[in-house]
């Protein structure tokens, strides 16, 4: 049954096949076709131009402008990449700096105190030695 179900598929293949060839190289057929293809093509154009007209008449967006709302869209999220990207370099920036600022601010925190003078011992003794002085005399 198999053998005989494959058999009847290769005979309609073969007589489609050739069928279809014949029907392909046959000019009237072609001019026929050629003739529906540019009246499908008419027709599909009129029809485009009052769904456009209805939509319009509607005040509802059409395939055009859908398509600029999209195209202004992208062009959005492009500048936002853009602007994202030069925050990022910005913050990077900015965290150097105070790193930077906070490196240099222990700098002269440190150099202060080496350069700072220490206490004189000198005078203090001096002051309080004549202290002394003064009482036993």
């Known amino acids: 049954m198999v053998d005989f179900s494959d058999m009847i598929f ?6 489609f096949s050739t069928f279809m060839d014949q029907l392909v190289r046959n000019q009237a057929f072609l001019t026929q076709m050629g003739k529906l293809m540019e009246g499908s093509n008419l027709f599909r154009m009129v029809v485009d131009r009052s769904i ?4 319009e008449s509607v005040q509802l ?7 600029d709302a999209l195209s202004a869209i992208r062009r959005i999220e492009v500048e936002q990449q853009k602007l994202v990207t030069r925050m990022d370099l910005l ?4 965290a150097a700096m105070t790193e930077a600022l906070s490196a240099l601010s222990r700098l002269a ?8 003078p ?3 011992a ?13 009482k036993g005399a």
């Open 10 to 15: 290769k005979q309609w293949e073969k007589g």
């Open 91 to 94: 913050q990077d920036g900015l």
């Open 109 to 116: 925190e440190a150099s202060a105190t080496a350069e700072a």
């Open 118 to 120: 220490a206490p004189v």
């Open 52 to 55: 456009i007209k209805a939509l």
């Open 61 to 67: 967006p059409t395939r055009k402008d859908m398509e």
């Open 122 to 134: 000198g005078p203090s003794k001096s002051a309080s030695g004549t202290r002394k002085s003064r």
